[in-house]
């Protein structure tokens, strides 16, 4: 059972993926001597892999005609030969974790034609000594030059890389005061944290502080930045973006033991008081309607807080751990208007009236109460949060009110007894994954005057019909026709449906993504056309083998498609059986030998295209790279475990 909700929690990690546009989700690449690379949508070219065995690597400012504009993920990843490597000055972007490992690299100069250099991307080179920095960087990642002889060599203090803060260098110093140099426009996620700093003063030219960045400072009494900052004010020590809509942090080191936030803020942001041990109490103002994940989280003496009838969003752990929390009763848990979690055991087929007047459901408040059989819901809910009734087994019944706005991400997944779901006029959003392994959902039903989704014959889309969203996986239909004129069949689309074994897809669907017929055990066959461009990560062809915990291949998949097209490329590359087909129409039967040409099934490689696998395992990695995010699951596995 165990094992079966940590798959839950890693396929709702995967759905963080699908923030990325699907032409950040490559499955093949194109060759060019050593270099393997893909074309990206300005025309451009991103680097996926050397495949090389030099030591002195040239990057070419073009291939193929085409401007060499990044260095993808991961792309010389662990490449333990390369001594050196030079960076033409096309580059304008240098990729998650890029020359990770490269033991050997001494030295490197990055062009000032790039702007852009993400996590890890020069972590572990461990004998790199020499690094020349240009200011044309306006974003630098968290860890790229860590674990790098350079770092090292570095001393404590502060430490720059062009115009960015990289790090502070000082975890064992005496307490003392951080000035951030004027010209300095960017501060590195995390850059500042664990450190003995008492005051941190930011200065005007600063344009963006990453996510973090002054974490886990015990000492710090006060952030302060000039007052010319397009971007960012103080008050009172406590900083906050420029409008004063956002709390950023309120630092742990201040010393007052109540807090009132100020009138204006709308958004309390991720971990702006996690881990306080002073405060006791704050009043949040009614202006707020956002809480962030783990903004309270570990505040241990926080005893009272003030949670105005505006807010309607709380994420997951906001308010764990805190003194707050811990003085709340067993049973279940309000945070002004919103219902925040439920405290102790269920009671067996419990069913819950969730208060009338409650504005919002938190995100994860019922994750996982397999208990639960019923949900009454309030016509006064305006949002659903994301996970909110993730893995609530035994959930046969939920309605959705009729003012409700908003349902986040794998709300309803796992709720394997939902039987249908009906999606009023009201709602304008639905999270990825919403209805993801509802195997009992057999219909999801869209009022006709919604202004943003609408169903057909229980299939989700959005209004325009361009997007299939949701194909429920109790619906017991054997073949499907998708209307034409859909362009897009979203991520997760179709999964677990074990009853479909023919989908019609037409000329006019161009993306298929990641996962959208995963464990669609009875479907075998699937025709690809020329018009599609992009196929998402093990899209078909795949099923989760329970018993084992691994995903494995269907047997005896076929794909038929056109030579060098996407399909082609995708049976390659994923060693699937594929057959080509004899014209670009498509069918509107299900596909028979006789619909094919007479070539036999084959697996032989065209001779331009080569699978681009270090492609595919960096559109996985770019997932760890929404760092929070992930510490929200890794939590809710370490609770399974304890």
Known sequence: MKTRKILALILTLVLILTTLPFSVIPTTAATAGDFTYSILEDGTVSITAYTGSDTVVNIPREIDSREVSTIGDLAFYSYSNLTSVTIPNSVKSIGLMSFESCVNLTSISIPDSVTFIDNQAFYNCTQLASVTFPDSVTSLGSSAFDDTKWYDNQPEGPIYLGRCLYSYKAYTSPQTNLTIEQGTIYITPWAVMDNNL?????????????????????????????????????????????????????????????????????????????DNTKLESVVIPDSVTRIDEFAFFSASTLASIT?????????????????????????????????YDYKGTMPEDKTIHVADGTLGIADFALYDFDTLVTVSLPESLLNIGESAFMYCI??????????????????????????????????????????????????????????????????????????????????????????????????????????????????????????AFENCTALKTVTIYNSVTQIGVNAFGYYINMDTMTEEKIENFLILCNENNEGHKYALENGFDFSFLDDEEPTTEEPTTEEVTTEEVTTEEPTTEVPDEKGIFSSIIKALNFIFTILTFLAEIARLFA
Not at 251 to 274: C, D, H, M, R
Not at 307 to 333: H, N, T
Not at 422 to 449: K, Q
Not at 471 to 495: C, H, M, R, T, W
Request: one cysteine or more.
């Open 307 to 339: 949670i105005p009838d505006s807010v309607v969003s709380i994420g997951s752990s906001a308010l764990y751990f805190s003194a707050w929390y811990e003085r709340q009763a067993d049973g279940a848990i309000y945070a002004g208007k919103c219902f």
């Open 198 to 274: 008492i005051s941190i003063t930011v200065p005007e030219s600063v344009l963006t502080i990453g996510e973090s960045a002054f974490i886990h400072c015990d000492s710090l009494s006060s952030v302060n930045v000039d007052a010319n900052n397009q971007n960012y004010k103080s008050i009172d020590g406590v900083l906050f973006n420029k409008t004063g809509t956002l709390l950023i942090q309120y630092p742990l080191g201040k010393t007052a033991t109540a807090y009132n936030i100020p009138a204006g803020v709308e958004t309390i942001s991720e971990s702006a008081f996690q």
């Open 394 to 515: 035994n959930l046969s019944s939920v309605n959705i009110p009729g003012n409700l706005i908003s349902i986040g991400s794998t709300a309803f997944s796992f709720c394997e007894k939902l039987l249908s779901i009906a999606i009023p006029e009201s709602v304008s959003y639905i999270g990825d994954g919403a209805f993801m392994y509802c195997s009992s959902l057999a219909s999801i039903d869209v009022d006709a005057d919604n202004s943003e989704y609408k169903s057909i014959d229980g299939v989700l889309f959005n209004k325009a019909g361009t997007a299939l969203i949701n194909y429920p996986s109790a619906k017991q239909d054997e073949n499907f026709y998708i209307p034409d004129g859909v362009l897009s069949i979203y991520f997760f689309a179709f999964i677990n449906n074990p009853y479909i074994s023919f989908v019609n897809i037409p000329l006019s669907v161009t993306n298929i993504g990641l996962f």
